[in-house]
Nanobody
């Protein structure tokens, strides 16, 4: 059974930082592409960052230069370091597994507000 468990969300002031974590199990984590997506109220789901099994990455335009995706295959964990957070970053953040986002976690809320 595939499981993706996100953690690390919360309330942060504009300009602050958060690090999200996602632990995967039940599939070949080491050979899987992983990604973070987000969905804000009233907006479409958006790809935030993507990391391939080999470690190469891609980012959405809105987070380029502020967010960093990384992975630790020994811990079956993918991370999203978020810096210089803005109110527009407020959303539920989801971890996905597979090149086609075959599997999704339950999401973690990130709220950027003063």
């Amino acid at each position: 059974q595939v499981q993706l468990v996100e953690s690390g969300g919360g309330l942060v002031q504009p300009g602050g930082s958060l690090r999200l974590s996602c632990v995967g199990s039940g599939f070949g984590f080491r050979v899987s592409s992983m990604a973070w997506c987000r969905q804000a109220p009233g907006k479409e789901r958006e790809l935030v960052a993507f990391i391939r099994s080999g470690g190469t990455t891609n980012y959405g335009d809105s987070v380029m230069g502020r967010f960093t995706i990384s992975r630790d295959n020994a811990k079956n964990t993918v991370y999203l370091q978020m810096n210089s957070l803005q109110s527009d970053d407020t959303a539920v953040y989801y971890c996905t597994a597979g090149a086609s986002a075959n599997y999704w976690g339950q999401g973690t809320q990130v709220t950027v507000s003063s």
